[in-house]
C-alpha cells in the first residue's frame, strides 16, 4: 500500500468461479487453435535451453527494426522490474491513473517516484508541460489502462529528452485498429517500448512481451536479466503472434474489439447514474458511478466480475473498469447493471 493506494493489485483477483470475467483484459476465445498447436510443438525441446534467436529475429520483423534493438521478456511486468533495476534515474515520474506495476517495481527497486496525475474533467488529456523538466525517466501509457484514452505519438514525442529514458507501455496497441500512434520502431533518443502478448491472445499464463528501444539500452536492460528468462514455449509464442497471418488477425480483432466497445459505450449510455470521460480506444472502459463499491458486490452475486478503480492513483472508490465483450454479453450485463442501477 502506498499513498493509500493497493499498487499490487491487478484484475484477475477480482475473479471467482462462475462470474463472468469483465475485469480482465485478456481477448475471449484466445489462444487460438494454431498459437496452441505452435506452443504444443515446441514441448518437445524442453530438455534443452531455449534460443532466443530466431524469435528476436521474428518480433524484429514484426516492428522492422535490428534484432538487436528487441528484448524479449517473461511478460510486460519482468519489463517493468529490468528497467527500475537497470537505470538509475534521479527524478523517476509515473504518468497516472495508469497501470501501477511500472511504478510498484520503481518503488520496489529503491527509487523515489513522483506522480503526474490526468484529470477527468479534461478526459485525461496528457499536457505535456505537466511532466517535470527535470523528470530523468518518465513512464506512461498508450492506450492507457484504465482510462482506455489513446495518447497522440506527436504528443509523447514531446516528452522525449536527449537525457531521459521515456518508457511507453504500449501492452494495448494491437488492440486499436492500425496501431497509428504506436511508437514502437521509432527513433526516439530514450525512447523504451513496452509490448506484450498476453492481451489480444490470451497468453497471460505463458508470460511473454517484449521492450523495443535503442541496442545501448537494450544492451543496460539485458545486462539485469537473468539467463533463460523467456521460456521455450514462450519463444515459440513470440515466433508464431508476429508472422503475417497473426498481424492480420490480430488487425482484425481490433476491428472487432472497436465494434464491441462502440456497443458497450452505446449500452452504458442508456444507463442512468453513470459516466465516462474521455474518448475509449482500448478493450475495457473506465466509469464513474456513486457506491461503486456497493455495486461491484452486487455485480458478483448476480454472477459479473468487475474492475475496481482505488487502486489506481488518481482514482478513487466511485471509479469501475469495465472490460469489453461480445455483444451478448454486454447486452446481459448491462441488463443487470441498469436493474442494480434502479
Not at 491513473?97 to 477527468?120: I, M, N, Y
Not at 496497441?173 to 513496452?194: F, K, R, T, W, Y
Not at 482514482?315 to 442501477?341: H, S, Y
Amino acid at each position: 500500500m502506498v499513498d493509500g493506494f493497493d499498487l499490487e493489485h491487478h484484475g484477475d483477483l477480482e475473479v471467482g468461479d462462475g462470474l463472468i470475467d469483465l475485469a480482465v483484459n485478456v481477448r475471449v476465445g484466445t489462444p487460438p487453435a494454431w498459437l496452441l498447436d505452435a506452443i504444443t510443438a515446441s514441448l518437445t525441446d524442453l530438455a534443452a535451453y531455449p534460443r532466443q534467436d530466431a524469435a528476436l529475429a521474428a518480433v524484429a520483423r514484426r516492428h522492422d527494426v535490428a534484432a538487436e534493438r528487441v528484448l524479449l521478456t517473461a511478460g510486460a511486468a519482468e519489463a517493468f522490474v529490468l528497467i527500475a533495476r537497470a537505470f538509475r534515474p534521479r527524478h523517476p515520474v509515473v504518468v497516472h491513473p495508469q497501470f501501477t506495476e511500472p511504478e510498484a517495481a520503481l518503488r520496489s527497486a529503491g527509487h523515489l517516484v513522483d506522480r503526474v496525475l490526468l484529470r477527468p474533467d479534461n478526459g485525461f488529456v496528457l499536457d505535456p508541460s505537466a511532466v517535470p523538466s527535470d523528470a530523468d525517466l518518465v513512464v506512461i501509457g498508450n492506450p492507457t489502462n484504465p482510462t482506455s484514452v489513446l495518447h497522440p505519438a506527436d504528443v509523447l514525442r514531446e516528452l522525449a529528452r536527449p537525457d531521459r529514458i521515456l518508457v511507453v507501455d504500449e501492452a494495448f496497441m494491437d488492440a486499436v485498429p492500425g496501431e497509428p500512434e504506436s511508437l514502437a520502431g521509432g527513433s526516439i533518443p530514450g525512447l523504451v517500448v513496452v509490448r506484450s502478448l498476453t492481451k489480444t491472445w490470451g497468453l497471460a499464463g505463458l508470460r511473454v512481451g517484449y521492450v523495443v528501444a535503442a541496442a545501448g539500452l537494450i544492451e543496460q536492460l539485458a545486462a539485469v536479466q537473468p539467463h533463460w528468462p523467456v521460456s521455450t514455449p514462450a519463444l515459440a509464442a513470440a515466433i508464431a503472434c508476429s508472422n503475417e497471418r497473426a498481424v492480420a488477425e490480430s488487425a482484425q480483432a481490433a476491428l472487432d474489439i472497436e465494434r464491441q466497445r462502440a456497443h458497450l459505450i452505446d449500452r452504458l449510455g442508456t444507463t442512468g447514474g453513470l459516466s465516462m470521460y474521455g474518448v475509449p480506444r482500448a478493450p475495457f472502459v473506465l466509469v464513474h458511478v456513486a457506491e461503486a463499491p456497493r455495486l461491484r458486490e452486487s455485480l458478483r452475486t448476480q454472477g459479473f466480475a468487475v474492475r475496481r478503480g482505488d487502486t489506481f492513483p488518481g482514482l478513487g472508490a466511485d471509479w469501475l473498469r469495465i472490460a469489453v465483450r461480445p455483444e451478448d454479453v454486454t447486452d446481459g450485463f448491462v441488463k443487470v447493471l441498469a436493474d442494480l442501477l434502479r
